[in-house]
Each structure stands twice: as structure tokens, then as C-alpha cells.
């Protein structure tokens, strides 16, 4: 959605995701060997004498040229980055991007992220690589996507407290609840011209590049409320079982923290649960009489 809107401005390009960014995340990731030397390209380099900044440089200017071409093709002189699981490559990305570019940095309720992201491996029918460490943590996948969030988050707020000057804290309820004014701070801080009344209108006209992301919003005509929300269709022991563990960065980001059942006490639980299958039952026994 907030490609879209981007890509829909006269002085802005904001391709389908590119990839570009966790390419470079993985090719500058690291791991400490047993003596704590790190393995990765940038030491591995290092012993040819090539310096860090030297293969920053390059890297950079790769990511760069990519976006000056394609850019070049509608004559647009800003151009934006958007792949939603950049934001596991953070500190490759920091150390890669810090001070050559500005960071638009989105955040979304946590349990409306859980429910986005389930739909999205249930979709592809697997769970995407940035993913398996915390599937393989938890039994249950809104657990392991509840604890990403709270990992990646925690890295956004940080990297946004280190480089105050050019980030840009955004939430994704605030684009849809109050799209104005939001969309304004949008383009002042990309150094954009500012959009007229119309603009969102005209933002979803038409055909929308198609690539890859999230497929639901290529089929969207204006700006949609419905992923705000989605959350209250978790059951209800998920919620209470996961809202604990979310509330400390909810609070920190500005987020009501929803109401939740007590845990019930092992015997409770027994007790209601039958409860519950006796109620069932007799119910089905009614019906079919």
C-alpha cells in the first residue's frame, strides 16, 4: 500500500520489491568461528587487503545503479526501496546504507502483523527463510511470529534512536486513520512537492505494477481499512497467551493493549472445557431432532 502511494507521486520511484537490500544483508552477514574470528566476506577480503568501506562502496553503488535505471525510466530523480523482510537485514543495512540514505520506518500492530504474515506462508505454502529460527523455537507459529515481531521492532526503534535526522517513525494505522496528513510528513520528509486532496484517489487508478510483496494489494482501488483490526478473529487464549509478552513495545510505540480473559488455573481449564463439549453435544443432539 505504501508502495503504491509512493510510486504514485510525479518525483517519486518505488518499484515491486526488489530484493536488492536482504541480498546485500546475507552477502555482508557474518559468523564468529571458534577463536571468535568473524567468517564472512568482508574479513575474508580484509586478509587481500581490500578494505571494508572499499566493498561498501561497491555494494552500495550496485543497489544505487539498480535504482538509478530503473527510475530512469519514467524520469523520476527519487527513488525508494521496499521489501518488507529488509527489516531482518537491519544491521547489514546500517552498516551498508547509514548516512547515505533516509529511512521510512513502518510499524503495524503486532497481532494484526501475526495474522498478515500466517496469511502470507499459508499462501506460499511455507514459511519464509527469516522465519525458521523462530518456528523452530515454538510450537505454535503465532508464538514464533509474535517473538519476530518483538525482535525486529526493538531493532527498528534502535536503529530509529541512533539516526534521528533521517528516519521517519510511521504506523501503519496512521496512514489509513489520518492518510492526509500522514502522506503530507511523507513528502516533506523525502523532500518531496507536496500532493494535493486528490492524490490518494489517483494513487489507486488503474493497474498497478505488478511484482513481487504483498499480492492482496495489487488488487486494491483506494485505500482499505480492513487489515486494521484483524487481530480480534485470533482465539481468544492466543491472545491472552501472546499479549503479555507484546506489551512492553506496544506501549513504547503508542498501541492500546487489548483487554484479556484471566488464565484459567489447570482444574478451571479442565472444567470449562467439558463444560464446553457437553453444551456442544447436547446442542448437536437438538438440531438433528
Known amino acids: 500500500m505504501l508502495r503504491r502511494i509512493l510510486n504514485a507521486h510525479p518525483e517519486i520511484s518505488c518499484p515491486p520489491e526488489t530484493n536488492l537490500l536482504s541480498a546485500c544483508g546475507r552477502f555482508l552477514q557474518e559468523y564468529p568461528s571458534i577463536d571468535g574470528l568473524p567468517i564472512g566476506v568482508l ?3 580484509a586478509f587481500s587487503d581490500v578494505e571494508e568501506d572499499a566493498v561498501l562502496a561497491k555494494l552500495r553503488n550496485l543497489v544505487f545503479d539498480f535504482h538509478r535505471e530503473i527510475a530512469a525510466k519514467t524520469g523520476k530523480l527519487i527513488w525508494v526501496e521496499k ?6 537485514y537491519l544491521e547489514q543495512i546500517e552498516r551498508l546504507l547509514a548516512g547515505h540514505c533516509r529511512f ?3 510499524c503495524r500492530h ?3 502483523v501475526i495474522m498478515s504474515v500466517k496469511d502470507l506462508c499459508d499462501e506460499m505454502d511455507q514459511i519464509v527463510p527469516e522465519l525458521h529460527s523462530y518456528t523452530r ?3 505454535s507459529q503465532y508464538d514464533a511470529f509474535a517473538h519476530a515481531w518483538i525482535d525486529c521492532n526493538e531493532a527498528l526503534l534502535g536503529f530509529v534512536e541512533r539516526h534521528p535526522n533521517d528516519c521517519l517513525l510511521l504506523k501503519y494505522e496512521t496512514l489509513l486513520e489520518d492518510s492526509q496528513k500522514a502522506v503530507s510528513a511523507l513528502m516533506t520528509f523525502i523532500g518531496a512537492r507536496a500532493v494535493d486532496g486528490d492524490f490518494l ?11 513481487l510483496g504483498d499480492w492482496k494489494v495489487y488488487e486494491k482501488h483506494s485505500l482499505d481499512k480492513s487489515g486494521i483490526g484483524r487481530w480480534q478473529g485470533l482465539p481468544k487464549s492466543t491472545i491472552t497467551r501472546l499479549v503479555p509478552r507484546l506489551m512492553p513495545l506496544m ?3 503508542g498501541y492500546e493493549i487489548p483487554k484479556t480473559d484471566p488464565v484459567r ?3 478451571e481449564a479442565i472444567r470449562r472445557y467439558r463444560l464446553g463439549r457437553q453444551l456442544r453435544h447436547m446442542q448437536t443432539r437438538k438440531d438433528s431432532v
Open 43 to 45: 574479513s575474508g577480503l
Open 83 to 88: 521489501t518488507a523482510f529488509d527489516i531482518f
Open 104 to 106: 521510512i520506518c513502518l
Open 110 to 112: 503486532p497481532l494484526d
Open 137 to 139: 523455537q515454538h510450537r
Open 201 to 211: 484517489d489517483r494513487a489507486f487508478e488503474g493497474a498497478s505494477d505488478v511484482g
Open 251 to 253: 506501549q513504547r510505540l
Open 265 to 267: 488455573e489447570r482444574q
